[in-house]
């Protein structure tokens, strides 16, 4: 939000710089982000002098130039070349001396330098108006007032507005504070704790009277619940024309485009009082009516942006006798609008129900001052008061007559808001006890009345305006805002307490495993939780029914929540590819949402994506593909770090996978993982092999907790490796053997290995040839040749009767 100094200092005589001014509405939580200068004329008119021509002959070496000599008030004059036919003797002219800064109309900068035209030498320039931005004639020079003093400054002569603008990041909770009059009020409540007492100045509107009652329109509020107050007034025989210098230097410092005197004023009004108005003319308005009300659901209407949008069933519109006029508070029509053949208004007040403006904007995509202001709540009982305002403002722009008595619906008054404030909660929410006195002072130089004072607190009363005020812990915040945080001071003791919590904390495993894969050269992603519906189909095991749906989403792309990290991790994976980053190992910690019925469910994974060379290239090492067993052992190392063992396989049973496997602990699923779909890939781009793994976070966790950790004495003897060759079926997994060998022999046997997998030559059909290594090891003494032949003759025997293995 932009606020202008000048027109602030009209509220508030304030003789403070703009920095030191900022300071304080910063302090009052009316945040400054940035001052800018502001110039009406860009350049300021500085460098540019008023010049007396002494002499103009024709220029010797050109038909359509002149060779002047110009005193502007230095100790010679000098000599200035002009091509405008207007120049003569004697004239008052603006002249840009060398060094002098212009500005071209799109705003491109140039420098006025000492040159030679047609061989003669030129020592600045004689203006025309739009060369100096003070007009759009190029016809000749300016000819100014003969009465002006040589060498007097241009900008002293022409009303030159120089400016200093606050950006102020207004809070949406602010909406007192959206015009200059309420900034206004916050800075004199801010100054009065500096001990810097200012009145705040009201524009007067006692001067309001009734000319005429020529013209009156009717006005029938059928939605009261949407629209508690509805205002209006007519106002005939005004002439619409460009806005006054005055007017558009306000409009132009706060970033608006004048457009005419009528427009300009309900603009100036809704910047200086925060109440939207529009103005309508009142020769488009059908039977002298003006009816606020709901219109038909598919209700085409066409707004000023020439736009044909569809009335929802819920939108407040404004209408007259046979159709509507304007979108409420939201946006204008084009065919009701002020134009140049415009002689009479209608000028409309209203307030609005913030709940249905917000609703009604978003809606149609429409952001707009009214609309801002609107849909966080004005000021109710301001209604009136800001249309005479504005009422007489037009009658002084524009001249015409008020030709009608005001017609004001507010048939139920929207009362302030009444508080109890005690002292010993102020004290403890704020941290130190505030003087009762300076309470009372600062409140009071909030508008906000004190009804009545005990020992223990103050009885309050809180303008409507002040929405945002409604308990006891709002009335302490403006408190301390106005006191300001700076004075509080802190102690020098700090207390704190530490909390018991365990090992076993989301956020603590998280960064154990993050960490852990960072360290194998993974890199964590944050993806959207927002996605497209039009994932669900690439999954039959995803349903559009259980998407959970956004009511008001940014866009079609982004309208569910997602039930799958997958699609979310492609996208990223396919972003980077595209860059010529092919090889990825990608881990996301985020969470998935469902709809059930009529509830709502969400959990939290852990997703790898790992596609591409598991190493970077380089000259001594081959490159080595990503593969299966490769994302099959990151997934078994995250689950061992967390002391999860003893899971159980199974080929994995969704179609997001070409083929994979799904670990699970008893009951409890907790990983999936695999090579995704290529059909799937296909959707997103990727040509390459994507390795997934979605880990049920939530089950993990739970496991986690579950696990007991038994430290071991380091044995004292040795370890003993045996190898076997075996020749089985193709489709005897090492699953079978691991578990035929863990079953065999369960004290001694402490670990097995596959070290070499043979499919080809020389091998009967349907069989493969697995190199299997197994240790022994003995905690209490040496194993014998003896005991390790007996073992290994055991599993020997077992492979034979249970796997139809073979010794090789």
């Not at 502007?72 to 060094?99: M, S």
């Not at 020769?283 to 606020?292: D, E």
């Not at 945002?468 to 915040?477: C, G, L, M, S, T």
């Not at 959970?548 to 980077?576: C, I, K, W, Y």
Request: proline content about 3%; hydrophobic content about 35%.
């Amino acid at each position: 939000m932009k606020i202008s100094y000048n027109w602030l200092k009209q509220f508030i005589k304030i003789d403070w710089d703009a920095e030191k001014t900022g300071e304080l509405l910063t302090d009052l939580g009316l945040e400054i982000e940035g001052i800018e200068a502001y110039e009406s004329v860009k350049g300021g008119l500085n460098g540019i002098v008023v010049g007396e021509v002494l002499t103009c002959v024709q220029h010797p070496n050109a038909d359509r130039l002149k060779l002047t000599t110009v005193d502007i008030g230095k100790d010679a004059p000098v000599q200035i070349v002009c091509g405008a036919p207007n120049v003569a003797k004697g004239q008052k002219v603006p002249v840009a001396t060398i060094g002098t800064t212009l500005y071209t109309p799109e705003g491109e900068a140039w420098k006025i330098k000492k040159g030679k035209i047609r061989g003669e030498e030129s020592h600045g320039m004689i203006c025309a108006e739009d060369e100096l931005g003070l007009g759009e004639s190029h016809d000749g020079i300016m000819v100014l007032d003969a009465g002006l003093k040589v060498g007097t400054p241009a900008a002293e002569v022409f009303a030159i507005e120089n400016d200093q603008v606050f950006e102020i990041g207004l809070t949406p909770n602010r909406a007192d504070a959206m015009s200059h009059y309420g900034v206004a009020r916050d800075l004199k409540a801010g100054l009065l704790q500096k001990e810097v007492a200012l009145e705040l100045i009201t524009p007067s509107v006692s001067s309001y009277h009734v000319d005429a009652r020529s013209l009156k329109i009717d006005v029938d509020v059928k939605d009261k619940e949407k629209c508690p107050r509805y205002c209006g007034v007519t106002i005939s025989g005004v002439k619409v024309e460009a806005s006054p210098n005055w007017l558009q230097h306000r409009i132009k410092s706060i970033g608006l485009s004048p457009i005419n005197n009528v427009v300009d004023i309900t603009n100036y009004v809704l910047h200086e009082l925060g109440q939207p108005l529009h103005a309508f003319d009142a020769q488009k308005i059908s039977g002298n009516k003006i009816v606020v009300k709901t219109c038909k659901a598919g209700t085409k209407f066409t707004t000023l942006d020439e736009v044909v949008r569809e009335l929802h069933a819920d939108d407040l519109m404004i209408c007259d006798g046979e159709k509507p006029m304007c979108i409420a508070g939201v946006f204008g029509g084009i065919d009701s609008g002020v134009s140049e053949n415009t002689r009479d208004i209608f000028l409309e007040s209203a307030y609005f129900n913030p709940v249905s403006i917000r609703k009604t904007a978003k809606r149609h995509g429409l952001n707009t001052d009214a609309s801002f202001r609107f849909e966080r709540g004005i000021d109710p009982n301001s209604t009136e008061y800001a249309l005479k305002r504005a009422a007489l403002l037009i009658c002084e722009v524009a001249g015409g007559e008020i030709t009608s008595d005001i017609s004001d619906s507010y048939p139920v008054k929207i009362e302030d808001f009444q508080v109890r404030l005690s002292f010993d909660n102020a004290k403890k929410l704020i941290g130190e006890e505030i003087p009762r006195e300076t309470i009372k002072s600062i409140l009071t130089s909030l508008d906000i009345k004190v009804n009545n004072v005990t020992e223990t607190g103050l009885g309050l009363t809180v303008p409507a305006y002040r929405n945002d005020v409604q308990r006891e812990a709002d009335i302490i915040e403006e408190i301390l805002r106005v006191y300001g945080y700076n004075n509080i001071c802190t102690t020098e003791k700090l207390n704190a307490s530490i909390s018991n919590s365990t090992r076993f904390e989301d956020y603590k495993l998280q960064n154990i495993i993050g960490h852990q894969l960072a360290s194998q050269g993974f890199f964590e992603i944050m993806t959207n939780s927002l996605t497209t519906p039009d994932y669900i189909g690439l999954s039959e095991q995803l349903n559009s029914e259980h998407n959970v749906e956004m009511l008001n989403p940014l866009s079609s792309d982004l309208g569910v929540m997602r039930q799958s990290l997958l699609f979310s991790g492609l996208e990223t994976v396919a972003h980077n590819i595209n860059r010529k980053r092919g090889d990825l190992k990608l881990f996301e910690f985020g969470k998935s949402y469902h709809k059930y019925n009529e509830s709502r469910e969400e959990y939290k994974h852990l997703s790898l994506f790992v596609t591409g060379n598991k190493t970077k290239e380089n000259w001594n090492s081959k490159a080595s593909p990503s593969d299966f067993f490769y994302l099959k052992g990151t997934v078994q190392g995250i689950l061992e770090r967390l002391g999860i063992n003893n899971l159980r396989s199974a080929p994995v049973k969704s179609d997001l996978f070409n083929e994979g496997m799904t670990l699970s602990l008893g009951k409890k699923k907790l990983v999936d993982f695999g090579l995704v779909k290529k059909s799937i890939l296909k959707s997103f781009g990727i040509s390459q092999q994507v390795l997934f793994a979605n880990i049920n976070w939530d089950n993990v966790l739970d496991m986690a907790k579950h696990n007991t950790i038994t430290f071991k004495a380091i044995p004292k003897y040795p370890e003993v490796r045996r190898d076997f060759a075996l020749l089985i079926d193709r489709s005897v997994t090492f699953e079978d053997i691991f578990t035929t060998a863990k079953q065999t022999e369960k004290q001694l046997l402490k670990t097995i290995n596959l070290f070499d997998v043979y499919e080809g030559k020389n091998l009967p059909e349907g069989k493969k040839s697995y190199a299997v290594s197994f240790t022994l090891q003995d905690k209490n003494r040496t194993l014998t040749d003896k005991q390790i032949d007996k073992i290994m003759s055991k599993l020997q025997s077992n492979f034979e009767s249970k796997l139809g293995a073979e010794l090789r």
